[in-house]
């Protein structure tokens, strides 16, 4: 399920990122300023398959109102498998 960027999602984004961009991840602040500029186009891709745990966070997207990426990562278990595709499963 595609959805907005909540703060909540924040440490799992975080997590996502360290292993994306282990040379040069974004930090929580960076983050912030991202939801706080681009707030309509910050979206999760979040899991739903966990029963009680809820959902899990599989992958982000930012981007900018003309189409700019700013950010993108996907879980590395999670790679190759359609979350980065507007019509994947999960």
């Given at each position: 399920?595609?959805?907005?960027?909540?703060?909540?999602?924040?440490?799992?984004?975080?997590?996502?990122?360290?292993?994306?961009?282990?040379?040069?991840?974004?930090d929580?602040?960076?983050?912030?300023?991202?939801?706080?500029?681009?707030?309509?186009?910050f979206?999760?891709?979040?899991?739903?398959?966990?029963?009680?745990?809820?959902?899990?966070?599989?992958?982000?997207?930012?981007?900018?109102?003309?189409?700019?990426?700013?950010?993108?990562?996907?879980?590395?278990?999670?790679?190759?498998?359609?979350?980065?595709?507007?019509?994947?499963?999960?």
């Open positions: 399920m595609i959805r907005p960027f909540s703060l909540s999602d924040l440490e799992s984004i975080l997590q996502i990122e360290n292993q994306s961009f282990p040379k040069s991840p974004y929580w602040i960076t983050f912030l300023n991202l939801h706080t500029l681009y707030p309509e186009t979206l999760v891709y979040a899991s739903t398959n966990h029963g009680q745990k809820g959902q899990k966070i599989l992958g982000y997207i930012v981007f900018s109102q003309d189409g700019h990426i700013l950010s993108i990562a996907v879980h590395p278990h999670h790679r190759r498998k359609g979350v980065g595709r507007n019509s994947s499963g999960g």
